[in-house]
């Protein structure tokens, strides 16, 4: 079935580390987009890519870095930087030729401790 | 992207339908309106949208006002599996540039009682 995965659902690590979030595709979207959400809290937009080997910062780029080496891959890293890191972390995708809506994965929820 | 007003909360009968509202009164002549709705701890999903005609799909029905200030997305026949926050967004249909971010809102909180 085409979609997106997100792997792992649940992720622990430790203050400090760095931690990289898996999100795929097969829909062959061009654009691929990362969100943070926070409890009660609507989506904020961290990066997002609409070619490969490109991609811009959104609203809360912050601490967070991100690659586009494939078309059906974009992984978010969580580096030490990120001052609140604990999350659900959720991936998209659209097209960009029509008008579309954007597909969601099931989400990563983060926890730092 | 317009602003989108939505009540906090509602619920209803299981197999009866559900009617949730959204006020857009500065939408722009080029933008849709879309619904999302997230089920706890999982990923918002797509529902519906439309410009200025009412649409139908499998999943749920959306009335467009004539002046499209305002829209009301039908659940048939609602389920207890439909308790979700809803999310109304108004924005253009294309994804590119300064338009590739989807602004989430709090959403109305659905909650469909046996």
């Known amino acids: 079935d085409g979609g997106i995965t997100q ?27 990362w969100y943070r959400q926070d409890p009660g809290q609507g989506l904020r937009l961290i990066y997002y890519s609409q070619i490969v080997n490109d991609f811009q910062k959104g609203d809360i780029a912050e601490g967070y870095s991100v690659s586009r080496e494939k078309k059906e891959s974009f992984p978010l890293t969580v580096t030490s930087a990120q001052k609140n890191p604990t999350a659900f972390y959720l991936c998209a995708s659209s097209a960009l030729d029509r008008v579309t809506e954007a597909f969601f994965g099931q989400g990563t929820r983060l926890t730092v401790v | 992207d317009a602003k989108t007003t939505q009540p906090t909360s509602m619920d209803c009968a299981e197999g009866r339908a559900a009617n949730l509202p959204c006020n857009h009164s500065t939408i722009s002549g080029n933008e849709y ?30 009335i467009i006002t004539e002046d499209r200030k305002s829209s009301t997305l039908i659940l048939p026949h609602a389920t207890l599996r439909d308790t979700a926050v809803y999310y109304c967004i108004v924005r253009v249909g294309y994804f590119t540039g300064a338009n590739s971010k989807l602004t989430f809102g709090k959403g109305i909180t659905l909650s469909v009682r046996p």
């Open chain 1, 7 to 33: 792997s792992p659902k649940y992720l622990f690590r430790k203050e400090g580390q760095n931690v990289t979030l898996s999100c795929e595709q097969n829909l062959n979207h061009d654009a691929m987009y």
């Open chain 2, 33 to 62: 309106v879309y619904w999302y709705r997230q089920i706890h701890s999982q990923g918002p999903q797509y529902i519906i949208h439309g410009l200025k005609n009412n649409e139908t799909n499998e999943m749920a029905s959306l």
